[in-house]
């Protein structure tokens, strides 16, 4: 097995635009579920409104790059009011129920034939990076060093993704540590006896699926950014896979998303790299190298339930803050 | 003030009522004034209220046997289920229809009979969380932190102020969910004074509070009263009800069967037929007290008390004593 090629690859995940991506979705998660006790099985609708958004904004409607993210937003937030408007009034679960039905609706609507005009249906979308790359104020050529050696347009998507992330993050710090975050945290623990307190519940619910939707939609842009919009990868393990994050790094914590991404992505990178390479080299009998490479599906699916039982409040979570188990 | 107030029987307030004291009787000065309030689930009419006035700056009492819609009427009156016919107004404003946070807004706050301590909120978080009219509270504003601080360190004081009164204040930095069943209920009580209310609606505020956290938090409803609110609370102690109620409301299957002052509504034989005759199944402990072992000397005392009053001989307190009896045993 070569080593240092595989330990490279890993690294490099450290930084890639998938990781900044679901670490953005994650910390949307995170204002969700983490501080508002919102169900939201859809995180991959969101995405995908704002991948589809920005994409077809550029493609259709020629409009320039960052009026493409503006459109993704306004997409997730206009999504974030049907969603909520029916069901946030209703018991926690049935957010669950309509999000995951809303968010493939979503993913099918943009595959299907009918508007191929518009969305290229199962074929997805690329060639929109034009007036991205045109506003990169990164010299031509290729630096960096070790693992992360990017070309010029790769590290303009790189900064402009932790850009973002950072932004996002200290809206959350901000949001939670203020009076506002202590009504949704108050929520998630009781929404009646919040209530009672003369707060306006479906208002700050309806805020925050808002809040953590466009999170969301801007993980759909960065990870649109550098490549291309595959309706294929929307699907609803995506959704499960920011929530596998999510748990990995702490529910109601601001650093845990960004901590649980980077350390899904890396294990991710790694064991696409090493099981193929075990396989090949015959430590892994009864496999193909293909076969070998979804195993980390596999392992990533025991992690999720070996987290929620022995560290439901995940890794910077705090021991008492226990989202799962309530005492 | 607050130490000694129950140590002598607290002044009541009397002369609430115009004319004879009868179930949904006129108020000189009432703060809740309810017609026509229905509310059915599948075939039961769990609350049927033809008229019902609730004295305002005054502690009342709402008492009857377990399922008779007080929590029902609770629920209905601040807006937290929706009546299938009435109106009611608080404060001469019209309520039906109001949200509940709207309700409490106005100035009119409830606790549960189950607790909502808020448990993965600090004690002083939950505290907070009961202030009105916060600033930070607005989405847009809560980020910049100097447009809410002065507010906050005001609400925290005055936070701190209440929790040293209801002896919590040692335990401010504790998630909720680490406090006793007891103090949960103080904390659910005192969280609901925040907001400075008109009107505090409490919903079995003993139930689970040991003998000695109930004398300061009879003490706690006392001091509500001085300062100028009005309470309205459902209770099964009678003992307690006695001892602070200004007025007393009875409810049964739904329906307002007696009202009056304490003395003279544990006499009306409606009341005891309430709980009693009609009741025969139900513990006497829901007359005497909740803990019904321990109470029973107690018990057989208001028990004896209310035959001798109303001079009933062969009556249904009669039949039932003998069930006690056995249960005790
Ligand atoms: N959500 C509900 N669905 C169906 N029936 C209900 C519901 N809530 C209350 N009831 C019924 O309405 C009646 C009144 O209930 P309520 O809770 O108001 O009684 P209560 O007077 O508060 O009794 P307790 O002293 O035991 O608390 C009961 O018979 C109860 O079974
Ligand atoms: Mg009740």
Redesign the interface.
């Given at each position: 097995m070569d080593w240092e090629s595989i330990l490279s690859n890993t690294a490099s995940w450290l930084i890639s635009p998938e990781t900044i991506a679901y670490a953005l979705a994650a910390l949307g998660l995170a204002v969700h579920f983490g501080y508002g006790g919102l169900l939201n099985f859809g995180m991959a609708g969101f995405m995908a409104l704002g991948a589809y958004g920005y994409a077809i904004s550029i493609l259709t409607f020629g409009l320039p790059w960052w009026a493409g993210i503006l459109v993704g937003m306004l997409a997730s937030v206009v999504f974030a009011f049907i969603l909520g408007i029916p069901t946030l009034r209703l018991r926690a679960d049935y957010l669950a129920i309509v999000t995951i039905a809303a968010a493939e609706i979503v993913r099918l609507l943009f595959t299907t034939q009918v508007f191929d005009s518009v969305t290229n249906s199962a074929d997805g979308l690329g060639n929109y990076h034009a007036g991205f790359r045109a506003a990169n104020p990164f010299p031509e050529g290729t630096y960096g060093f070790g693992p992360w050696t990017y070309n010029a347009n790769g590290w303009w998507v790189r900064v402009f993704g932790i850009g973002l992330l950072i932004i996002a993050a200290l809206l959350v710090f901000l949001l939670m540590r203020s009076p506002w975050g202590r009504v949704l945290k108050g929520i998630r623990e009781d929404e009646d006896a919040v209530r009672a307190l003369g707060k306006n519940v479906f208002a700050y619910k309806m805020q925050a699926l808002i809040v953590g939707g466009l999170f969301g939609a801007l993980g759909g842009v960065v990870f649109a950014l550098p490549s291309a919009v595959v309706p294929s990868v929307y699907v609803t393990s995506l959704t499960f896979f920011i929530w596998t994050i999510l748990l990995l790094g702490g529910a109601a914590t601001v650093f845990g998303p960004i901590l649980g991404a980077v350390i899904f992505w890396v294990i991710m990178g790694f064991l696409s790299n090493v099981l193929p390479a075990m396989a090949s080299s015959g430590l892994l009998p009864f496999m193909s190298t293909t076969q070998a490479a979804t195993l980390r599906f596999i392992l990533v699916g025991a992690a999720l339930m070996l987290i929620v039982i022995f560290r439901p409040q995940g890794i910077l979570g705090n021991k008492k803050e226990l989202t799962f188990v309530k005492q | 003030m607050s130490s000694n107030s129950s140590a002598q029987s607290p002044v009541k307030s009397t002369g609430l009522h115009i004319g004879d004291a009868a179930p949904g009787v006129a108020k000189v000065d009432p703060i809740i004034i309810a017609d026509n309030v229905t509310r059915t689930f599948g075939g039961l009419k769990a609350v049927d209220v033809d008229h019902l006035e609730v004295p305002r700056g005054a502690i009342t009492a709402l008492i009857g046997p377990n399922g008779a819609g007080k929590t029902t009427l609770f629920n209905l009156l601040?807006g937290?289920d929706k009546p299938d016919t009435g109106t009611w107004t608080f404060d001469g404003k019209r309520l039906n229809g109001v949200?509940?946070?709207?309700v409490?807004?106005m100035g009119q706050?409830?606790?549960?009979q189950l607790t909502?301590?808020?448990?993965?909120?600090t004690v002083l978080?939950?505290m907070?969380?009961?202030a009105?009219k916060?600033?930070?509270?607005?989405?847009f504003s809560?980020?910049i932190?100097p447009l809410?601080t002065k507010q906050?360190s005001e609400i925290e004081e005055r936070a701190m102020e209440i929790l040293a009164r209801f002896k919590l204040d040692t335990k401010k930095d504790d998630?909720a969910?680490?406090l006793s069943g007891g103090q949960r209920k103080l904390l659910?009580m005192a969280?609901?004074l925040?907001?400075s209310p008109k009107l505090v609606m409490l919903d079995e505020p003993m139930a689970g509070v040991n003998p000695a956290l109930t004398q300061s938090l009879l003490d706690h409803i006392l001091n509500l009263k001085q300062e100028g609110m009005s309470v309205l609370f459902v209770e099964h102690d009678m003992h307690m009800v006695r001892h602070i109620a200004d007025w007393v409301i009875v409810m049964a299957e739904g329906r307002v069967v007696a009202e009056g002052d304490p003395h003279t509504v544990m006499e009306d034989p409606a009341v005891i037929d309430a709980y009693l005759g009609s009741h025969q199944d139900v513990d006497l402990g829901v007359v005497t007290g909740r803990i019904s072992g321990e109470k029973t000397a107690e018990a057989e005392e208001l028990l004896a008390e209310i035959d001798a009053e109303v001079g009933l001989t062969d009556s249904a307190a009669y039949s039932a004593d003998p069930e006690k009896n056995e249960d005790t045993k």
């Open positions: - | 601040t937290f949200p509940a946070f709207r409490a807004r706050v409830r606790t549960f909502k301590a808020l448990g993965l909120l978080e939950n907070k969380l009961g009105q916060q600033t930070g509270e607005n989405m809560s980020l932190k809410w906050e998630f969910a680490s659910e969280r609901a925040m907001s």
